[in-house]
Every structure is written in structure tokens, then in C-alpha cells.
């Protein structure tokens, strides 16, 4: 009788089992979403920004730089968002502008003072580091091919409010990508536009990059993005059924 009872169930157990498998082959093969990633070395303001948006599982990639003089206190704040499910990446030893440097000096160097101690201070601390945001944006493909030799994942930066064919602040399959400012003083920054691109985003199943430094609940000057800011991105990733990536993720997109 159980094994004429499972048997009848066949019909119904089967079509939702190859629906389900569908839909996960459907959100790896056709993502969508947003990577939110932050520059610089704001780790008292990321923890109080993560407490906030936590209820929306979220997930960012946190940009660090000057690691060489971040107090214990800091590091351990770091390491909360670590363990949280974020990612830590690199954004360089100096915060050194890579094309300038190289200019005036060689790409050797550049590796020896801005790349290596980064490296060997942060995975002190951290998981290993794989992903690299270009201070300033400053990059040339000779300096990334160097760099891919340190990193999987590198991003650059765009600006200006575009036309949705022309967007360089998406994955393109890709380990270079670009990300967009979303700190409140960039002139192409509106919450109209940033609405336009979630749209975009939903609508033609692609990852949008965006990239921050401090998060206030008050703008009070530049490089810096308002919290409401923030928690509107998280509130339409969620009620749209998209998801959060790090770009450490983007290494397991197809």
C-alpha cells in the first residue's frame, strides 16, 4: 500500500521538483541584482549602516584602504562584517592613484609599496583577498593585467547618467567591472535615476555595480551616501526577489 501511495505521488512530487530545479538554474544563468561596495576606511559607520540594513540580508563588499593605520578596534569592526557574510577586498596600502605612480615611477614599485603590504597586512586579519577597487578609478589594461596575477576581481569606475545601452556599471561576465557612485555630491546621482537603473536591472535580468565611501544619516559634505539611501536599494532588492552579490561572487556567475 506505501509503495502504491508513493508511486500515485510520482505525478505531483515530479513537475514541482523539475520546476524548482528550473528556477535555480534560471537564477544562476540569468542573475540579477546589485553589488554594493564601499571605499576607504569607514568601519565605525559600515557596522552602524550593517545593524540597519541586516534585516534585509543584505551583502556589500567593503573596499579598504590604509589598512597600515586602522587601530585594532577598527580591524575588529572589519572582522564583524567578515563574519556577517561580507566581503573584505583590497583598495590599496596607500590609496595611491595606480596611473599617476606607475608614471613617476614603475609598475614594480607600484606592486612592491601599494600592493604586496596591503596583501601581507590584510590577510592577517582576513579571509584572502581577492578582489581589488582601483582608488580614484585610475587603471589601464596594463596595469590590470598585472594585477590579475594578485586578484580575480577588479573594479574600476564610470560616470554620468547614460542611456541603459551604454551602461558600464554592469557584469558583463567580466573580472573587470566598473561601479557607479551613489554618494549623494555626484551630479548624475538622483534617486530618479537610481530607480531607472533598478528597473533596468529587474526588467533584463542583469548586476548592477554601485560604489560608496561613508554612510551618514545626514549628508553633511561629499563621499558620502545618505543611510534612506541605502535602505531604498535593500527594500527594492528584496520586494523584487533579486539578489545581494560581493564581487568575490562574480567568480561563480556563469
Not at 533584463?204 to 554601485?210: D, E, G, R
Given at each position: ?5 508513493i508511486l500515485f505521488m510520482l505525478p505531483i ?61 577598527d580591524i575588529s569592526l572589519l572582522k564583524s ?30 606592486i612592491d609599496e601599494e600592493i604586496t603590504p ?137
Amino acid at each position: 500500500m506505501k509503495g502504491f501511495q508513493i508511486l500515485f505521488m510520482l505525478p505531483i512530487f515530479i513537475p514541482i521538483l523539475l520546476n524548482s530545479c528550473k528556477k535555480n538554474e534560471e537564477s544562476q544563468t540569468n542573475p540579477r541584482g546589485v553589488i554594493l561596495t564601499f571605499d576607504d576606511n569607514h568601519a565605525k559607520d559600515w557596522v552602524w549602516a550593517d545593524s540597519i540594513l541586516s534585516v534585509y540580508n543584505w551583502k556589500a563588499t567593503f573596499c579598504i584602504s590604509h589598512i597600515g593605520n586602522m587601530s585594532s578596534k577598527d580591524i575588529s569592526l572589519l572582522k564583524s562584517l567578515e563574519n556577517n557574510g561580507h566581503e573584505i577586498a583590497g583598495h590599496g596600502y596607500l590609496h595611491v592613484n595606480a596611473v599617476d605612480f606607475i608614471g613617476e615611477n614603475d609598475i614594480s614599485t607600484y606592486i612592491d609599496e601599494e600592493i604586496t603590504p596591503m596583501l601581507d597586512s590584510m590577510e592577517q586579519y582576513f579571509d584572502p583577498i581577492i578582489s581589488f577597487a582601483y582608488p580614484y578609478g585610475s587603471r589601464s589594461l596594463d596595469i590590470d593585467s598585472v594585477l590579475f596575477n594578485y586578484f580575480h576581481v577588479l573594479r574600476g569606475t564610470t560616470y554620468g547618467r547614460v542611456n541603459s545601452s551604454e551602461l558600464k556599471c554592469v557584469y558583463n561576465s567580466s573580472p573587470l567591472v566598473f561601479g557607479l557612485g551613489i554618494d549623494s555630491h555626484y551630479s548624475h546621482f538622483s534617486m530618479t535615476y537610481l530607480t531607472e537603473l533598478l528597473d533596468y536591472a529587474r526588467e533584463n535580468q542583469i548586476i548592477l555595480i554601485f560604489y560608496s565611501h561613508d554612510v551618514v544619516s545626514q549628508v553633511t559634505g561629499p563621499y558620502q551616501t545618505n543611510i534612506s539611501t541605502l535602505e531604498y536599494i535593500c527594500q527594492y532588492i528584496t520586494e523584487n526577489h533579486m539578489t545581494f552579490y560581493s564581487l568575490s561572487d562574480l567568480i561563480n556567475i556563469e
